[in-house]
């Protein structure tokens, strides 16, 4: 479910509105005046929610405490699914205009104050704040935090004790904790690029989610961390992210990881702790890297398990032994060829 520190729910709308915003019929059997209270994930839905399913996913469904679930047309439930089912060509596009329809301000945040500081943010002692600096309603900042020039610090927003913000950061649907660095240039909950696409165009995909920056993390300059879809995007405790990194909606950054300049994280990805990611690294959707995992500068992780306490490179990643004798063979494979070409 969303936030409502950062969030306006709109609802509750009846299951006949949503089905006909949507241009979809409602299920056989189904009563179309029932009350829709919101959207959620599959796994934290309850019995007043409405979820979806993009993927073959019939565990999850059927274990789901959801009320509905928009599933598409092709997908085939052997057995009894927890949710009823609401069958559409396109769960993608369906969700989309639903959650626009529960959500309508889900943008990157409205500004309509007149002062700087906005009379309902709460900064605790010795917080300080450079010229330009603008603070969004409901906001909180712990003791000792500093806030440099032009930093955007939106509705909601929660910073923690002796944290540093540099100029012209944006922060928006995002918890802090203690001691985090954000150095100039960095956004944090910026919407995540999610689109549901159709012979008409691109419709974006509300993204409805938050940041979680656990403590002493320290986020590089011109660094951008997406907010999730649905659930958070999680930076853990202790992380270093290097100056010009992506990280997209939904990934889970595990604690003590360094993550060096230009490297691509695609959303859903998880990295467990003590993962290290060189220079220029990219890490497909859906990605799962164990703890102590370690990839060379310019490896690009395809979606998919990679274990723990190895070493990667290439494009497609590997374990670095067999990348390097990969590299080896095709070395001597070059020299034959230009020998027997002068020969």
Same mark, same amino acid.
């Given at each position: 479910m969303a936030d409502s520190r950062f969030y306006d729910?709109?609802?509750?709308?009846?299951?006949?509105?949503?089905?006909? #915003?949507? /241009?979809?019929?409602?299920?056989?059997?189904?009563?179309?005046?029932?009350?829709v209270a919101d959207l959620a994930g599959l796994e934290s839905a309850g019995p007043s929610h409405l979820t979806f399913s993009v993927a073959q996913e019939q565990a999850a469904v059927a274990a789901s405490r959801a009320g509905w679930c928009f599933v598409s047309r092709n997908t085939h439930f052997p057995g009894k699914a927890g949710p009823r089912l609401i069958m559409?060509? /396109?769960?993608?596009?369906?969700?989309?205009?639903?959650?626009?329809?529960? $959500?309508?301000?889900?943008?990157?945040?409205?500004?309509e104050q007149s002062q700087s500081i906005h009379p309902t943010a709460r900064l605790e002692e010795n917080?300080? !704040?450079?010229?330009?600096?603008?603070?969004?309603?409901?906001? =909180?900042?712990?003791?000792?935090?500093?806030?440099?020039?032009?930093?955007?610090?939106?509705?909601?927003?929660?910073?923690?004790?002796?944290?540093e913000i540099g100029s012209h950061a944006g922060i928006a649907f995002a918890y802090l904790g203690d001691e985090v660095q954000v150095l100039p240039g960095a956004q944090i909950g910026q919407p995540g690029f999610?689109?549901?696409?159709?012979?008409?165009?691109?419709?974006?995909?509300?993204? !409805?989610?938050?940041?979680?920056?656990?403590? #002493?993390?320290?986020?590089?300059?011109?660094?951008?961390?997406?907010?999730?879809?649905?659930?958070?995007?999680?930076i853990g405790e202790g992380t270093k992210i290097d100056n010009l990194v992506q990280i997209g909606h939904n990934s889970?950054?595990?604690r003590?990881?360094?993550?060096?300049?230009?490297?691509?994280?695609s959303g859903s990805c998880e990295l467990g702790d003590f993962v290290v990611l060189g220079g220029q690294a990219g890490i497909a959707d859906h990605a799962r890297i164990g703890a102590h995992a370690r990839f060379a500068?310019?490896?690009?992780?395809?979606?998919?398990? $990679?274990?723990?306490?190895?070493? $990667?490179?290439?494009?497609?990643?590997?374990?670095?032994?067999?990348?390097?004798? =990969?590299?080896?063979?095709?070395?001597?494979?070059?020299?034959? #060829?230009? #020998?027997?070409?002068?020969?």
């Open positions: 729910n709109r609802g509750p709308f009846s299951l006949a509105d949503i089905c006909a #915003r949507v /241009s979809i019929a409602v299920p056989d059997g189904v009563d179309g005046t029932e009350p559409c060509d /396109s769960v993608q596009h369906a969700f989309a205009v639903t959650a626009a329809l529960f $959500y309508r301000e889900h943008g990157s945040g409205v500004w917080v300080r !704040l450079a010229p330009g600096v603008v603070i969004g309603p409901d906001v =909180e900042i712990g003791a000792g935090t500093r806030i440099g020039p032009n930093a955007a610090i939106g509705r909601g927003v929660m910073i923690g004790r002796n944290c999610g689109f549901a696409g159709s012979s008409t165009g691109h419709l974006k995909i509300p993204q !409805l989610g938050r940041v979680i920056v656990q403590d #002493r993390v320290e986020i590089g300059a011109g660094t951008t961390i997406d907010r999730g879809a649905l659930a958070d995007t999680v889970r950054i595990g003590h990881c360094i993550v060096v300049a230009q490297t691509g994280i500068a310019r490896a690009a992780a395809a979606p998919g398990e $990679y274990p723990g306490g190895e070493d $990667y490179g290439g494009a497609p990643a590997r374990p670095m032994k067999q990348w390097r004798r =990969e590299l080896a063979a095709v070395a001597i494979l070059a020299k034959r #060829r230009r #020998r027997n070409a002068d020969g």
